[in-house]
């Protein structure tokens, strides 16, 4: 048999109106991947400052250009972090964002896509959630998304907006020499069309709802 396969999301409380629902929201997500199979382990700054890099994490982190709010930035970096901190050898796991209702990606799938070549990024072009990745991956990751952030940064330094999601521009990390980190952090190719639905801002902003309300409409037609 088979052992459980973790499904991981980072949350941290932050204060304002647009992240009200958040706190709430992991519970359901909690609800809703445990329904299928999964092991939803729910990781925090606990873990984070626990890694070697946290210290020069939380300095350099606010000094890159942002347009979301200063702390949200920051949870999008560290939880890289705790991710690195809690995965351990020998083991593969799913890195979700709360905000993803899993329709039927169960952990079988997930260990027929998983790769200890390459990152697997399921569903979407350029972002850099949710992925299968294992020990290795994970431990590698951090570094790479720094160092390759800070280039870019002097690259573009009329960027606005820097987020967690760079290291995936696999033609920046060729030109600026980082090829030893290709075989780790290239997306998984082809890309996975998983069975999951992703509440971003703008589709549910977009569409006069809050997540809450369509992540209840989403229970309702597929299950809890």
Same mark, same amino acid.
């Given at each position: 048999m088979e052992p459980a396969m973790k499904a991981f999301c980072y949350y941290e409380p932050i204060a304002g109106e647009q992240f009200d629902e958040h706190g709430p929201m992991v519970q359901s997500w909690r609800r809703n991947w445990s329904r299928l199979g999964w092991v939803p382990m729910v990781l925090t700054e606990v873990q984070a +400052? @626990?890694?070697a890099a946290y210290r020069r994490w939380s300095s350099a982190v606010p000094r890159l250009a942002s347009i979301n709010h200063r702390d949200y930035q920051r949870a999008c970096f560290v939880r890289w972090l705790a991710l690195a901190e809690i995965l351990r050898p020998g083991e593969s796991a799913v890195f979700v964002d709360y905000d993803v209702f899993n329709v039927s990606f169960t952990p079988a799938d997930a260990r027929q896509l998983a790769s200890p070549d390459q990152v697997t990024n399921l569903h979407y072009g350029q972002c850099s959630q949710p992925v299968i990745l294992d020990y290795r991956q994970a431990q590698a990751l951090p570094a790479v998304l720094m160092e390759l952030t800070q280039a870019l940064n002097q690259e573009r330094p009329e960027q606005q907006d820097w987020n967690d999601m760079s290291f995936w521009e696999a033609d920046k990390k060729r030109s600026l020499g980082f090829a030893r980190y !290709?075989?780790?952090? !290239? $997306?998984?190719? $082809?890309?996975v069309e998983a069975p999951m639905i992703h509440l971003s801002w703008e589709a549910v902003d977009g569409?006069? @709802? +809050?997540?809450s309300q369509v992540w209840k409409e989403l229970e309702a037609l597929y299950g809890t």
């Open positions: +400052r @626990s890694h !290709l075989d780790i952090c !290239l $997306p998984y190719v $082809p890309e569409a006069g @709802s +809050r997540k």
